[in-house]
């Protein structure tokens, strides 16, 4: 039975997911979402307390599945540590342009729609950031043990730059439709902020 809720847990997510994606929170309807997911409403309320509980829910989700994403590129992915820095964030960016362009990452989406409305998704998201942020941070101080970038930055001001200009690149790409947003992030961080040494 256990093994039953966390499949069902999980099937809810992965619709959630795709339905804020595609519409947002608010637009996102809970019986669109049960019936994609082929799951009656009372066993929704065995998982989450309400809509509001369940986007905190996502917004964790998406944080922990890119979390590994980023760790794992960080930390186990090949060459030196800058060089695994860009390769992360130019896997991002071709997972973008292989996906369209018009998808959006989902913890920056939650963030502009209801931030301001739910102090819980607020809360999620800020969290989720965070923790994004100490992993790019981490990664900054491993390029700077290795004499990659200059140990004068402050590893955690420079993720926040990075993670910040990265959510805003998307966005632009969003809008405008066009790579070249993500271009010019990776092209600007790897060339001046960040450049080869």
């Not at 993670?163 to 961080?189: C, K, Y």
């Amino acid at each position: 039975m256990a093994a039953e809720r966390g499949g069902t847990r999980e099937r809810l997510l992965e619709v959630g997911v795709a339905a804020l994606i595609e519409k947002g929170f608010h637009a996102a309807g809970l019986t669109e979402i049960l019936a994609a997911a082929g799951v009656p409403k009372g066993s929704f309320y065995h998982h989450f307390r309400s809509k509001e509980d369940f986007g905190v829910a996502i917004v964790d989700h998406c944080g922990d599945q890119h979390r590994e994403r980023l760790r794992a590129a960080l930390h186990a992915g090949e060459g030196s540590p800058r060089a695994r820095l860009r390769a992360h964030f130019q896997a991002c960016r071709d997972h973008y342009v292989d996906r369209g362009l018009r998808r959006e990452c989902l913890v920056s989406k939650l963030g502009l729609e209801v931030a301001a409305l739910s102090p819980p998704i607020r809360a999620a998201i800020r969290a989720t950031l965070d923790r994004w942020r100490a992993l790019v941070a981490d990664g900054i101080r491993d390029a700077q043990a290795a004499g990659e970038v200059p140990v004068e930055h402050d590893a955690d001001a420079l993720a926040d730059f990075l993670t910040n200009a990265w959510e805003g690149a998307v966005a632009r790409m969003q809008i405008d439709e066009s790579r070249r947003p993500l271009d010019h992030f990776l092209a600007f961080v790897f060339g001046v902020v960040l450049p080869e040494v």
